[in-house]
């Protein structure tokens, strides 16, 4: 992939009291999740919260499995992908009002976020993202982006694999039931409609494919902070991260 531009900061910049006090906050934030675990939106929050970039890398590979879904790369195709995924440029920037999305995300100069959230992206996704090729073309992007400026980096392998030394390492996870009722909720923010038994269905297969890759399997690192979210809104699981941010728990 060619290195990615970057279209203005996403999130909004902090003030901090005079003595330093932002320089003792860690500079990178790693973020991961199963499917629809609340992780990019938390993540934007806490991001935004604190003035810190925010990545969200379930974006990049949503927008490469559509491009490839457009191209007509077979999904099994885990060389013809990694070709893809070498030779696009993508760029992230913040969102657009209303977009329901927490990034903008171009591709080749294309803007491709209203596509993120397809039903056939979604059953794709898991399926590119599992592509040994395809991951080591976007962790380096990834890493090259969070070396610039402090990150709250969302995704699976976050902690993991993409910043393994991150100063902080959280990670969300809720119930199936849970978290399709949170899908099915978004979903309908955006306009679309489906069962939550269906949703919860997906979001079934779509762990065992993540937690079953042999590139990267979505697992909490060792030495992640694991929250479970059921029964927590959002803003309580933000203050959470912030807390432990702070060091005030």
């Known amino acids: 992939m060619k290195e990615a531009g970057q279209r203005g900061p996403i999130g909004q910049r902090r003030k901090v009291a005079a003595g330093g006090r932002k320089e003792k906050l860690p500079r990178t934030i790693a973020i991961d999740g199963p499917s629809a675990s609340g992780k990019s939106s938390v993540g934007y929050l806490v991001a935004e919260r604190l003035g810190y970039l925010f990545l969200d890398t379930g ?23 990694g070709r893809l995924a070498a030779e696009v440029d993508m760029e992230l920037g913040p969102p657009a009002a209303g977009s329901g999305e927490r990034c903008t995300i171009w591709v080749d100069g294309e803007d491709l976020t209203a596509t993120l959230r397809r039903p056939e992206v979604e059953a794709a996704v ?5 592509a040994p090729q395809v991951r080591e073309v976007l962790v380096a992007l990834q890493q090259r982006l969070a070396g610039r400026q402090r990150v709250v980096m969302a995704g699976r392998d ?19 039931a849970e978290r399709a009722r949170r899908r099915q909720a978004q979903m309908a923010e955006l306009g679309m409609s489906s069962s939550q038994s269906h949703i919860r269905e997906e979001i079934l297969q779509r ?43």
Do not use: C, F
């Open 59 to 81: 974006a990049m590979y949503r927008a490469l499995a559509w491009l490839a879904l457009q191209r007509g790369v077979h999904l099994e195709d885990e060389a013809g992908l």
């Open 126 to 130: 898991s399926l590119v993202s599992r």
């Open 158 to 176: 976050i902690g993991t694999a993409v910043l393994p030394d991150a100063d902080l390492k959280v990670y969300l996870d809720a119930s199936p």
């Open 207 to 249: 762990d065992a494919i993540d937690s079953g890759r042999e590139a990267s399997p979505l697992r909490a690192a060792d030495d992640a902070i694991v929250i479970n979210t059921d029964g927590l809104d959002q803003a309580q699981v933000v203050e959470k991260i912030v807390a432990l941010v702070e060091g005030r728990s």
